[in-house]
């Protein structure tokens, strides 16, 4: 293994890493928060109808098996 390629695997690494601590520092900004927290309150929002469930696809199995 030559040493340049040494030096270019630490530097991807570095970078990888200042790439990270970016996206971290945006989603935890307060910036976000009020579009995080709508966001992550959807799945329970969710209220199917009686009527809903029977117009998804049934699974390959379920239909083989009955």
Same mark, same amino acid.
């Given at each position: 293994?030559?040493?340049?390629?040494?030096?270019?695997?630490?530097?991807?690494?570095?970078?990888?890493?200042?790439?990270?601590?970016?996206?971290?520092?945006? @989603?935890? /900004?307060?910036?976000?928060?009020? *579009?995080?927290?709508?966001? !992550?309150?959807?799945?329970?929002?969710?209220?199917?109808?009686?009527?809903? @469930?029977? /117009?998804?696809?049934?699974?390959? *199995?379920?239909?083989?098996? !009955?």
């Amino acid at each position: 293994m030559s040493e340049l390629w040494g030096h270019l695997t630490g530097v991807i690494i570095v970078v990888i890493m200042v790439m990270f601590i970016c996206i971290w520092a945006w @989603a935890w /900004s307060g910036y976000h928060r009020r *579009a995080f927290s709508r966001m !992550a309150a959807l799945p329970m929002e969710d209220d199917p109808s009686p009527g809903a @469930a029977d /117009s998804t696809p049934s699974s390959p *199995a379920k239909d083989a098996g !009955a």
